[in-house]
């Protein structure tokens, strides 16, 4: 079927429910978008940011991609984070993974990818640098504990961007959080890894 009608089909009846629980819900969306977060998330279709916290679109300015990874070579994610910071002053920066990432997963194996092979190779470096707190593990607890150590890792470059560091500078006020989704129960740990001044980082380097 080339046909994609029944998409269209779900998106006019939910339209209309919205309308119907709300008739001005889609008039005032369009008039102001003004979310207090961000959210780095993983391109994976079982983690949708908005769902997954409960908030109604308008609410969260979103980025995603494979394992939610934020380089600094990356003008499409600092693109995005300068946005939310300079236009939309959001409030929170929010990276999340997830367990289970395949991602991650393809970064651990030892098969070649493809061209993604060039992009999970920040992940193999997320592994090496933090081989200390891997080697002695192995399997499922070694997968999920990357799948933590990089969410960890990409706080810390959402961090040392110039962006954020800029922000700190001029005195506003502006906190990243480092976060991780189990998608077996649908619930969120926090990694306990928030960061809300330059200082917190380079005390982190010391």
């Not at 110039?162 to 500078?169: E, L, S, Y």
Request: net charge negative.
């Amino acid at each position: 079927m080339n046909s994609l009608q029944h998409l269209l089909e779900n998106n006019l009846n939910w339209a209309n429910t919205i309308t119907e629980e709300d008739p001005e819900f889609f008039s005032s969306l369009s008039k102001q978008q003004s979310p207090e977060y961000l959210w780095i998330g993983c391109s994976d279709s079982r983690v949708p940011a908005n769902q997954i916290i409960d908030l109604p679109p308008g609410e969260i300015f979103v980025h995603r991609n494979i394992a939610n990874v934020v380089v600094h070579t990356d003008l499409n994610c600092l693109s995005v984070i300068q946005f939310a910071v300079d236009v939309l002053k959001i409030k929170h920066i929010i990276v999340c993974g997830h367990y289970g990432c395949s991602g991650i997963q393809a970064a651990m194996d030892d098969h070649e990818h493809g061209l993604i092979d060039n992009w999970l190779r920040h992940i193999k470096d997320v592994g090496r640098f933090y081989a200390d707190k891997l080697n002695n593990l192995e399997g499922d607890e070694k997968f999920n504990r990357l799948c933590e150590l990089n969410v960890i890792e990409q706080v810390t470059n959402v961090c040392n961007t110039n962006i954020i560091q800029n922000a700190w500078k001029n005195g506003i006020e502006l906190s990243v959080h480092g976060w991780i989704y189990n998608i077996e129960n649908g619930i969120l740990k926090d990694l306990d890894t928030s960061i809300t001044s330059a200082k917190q980082i380079e005390e982190k380097r010391l």
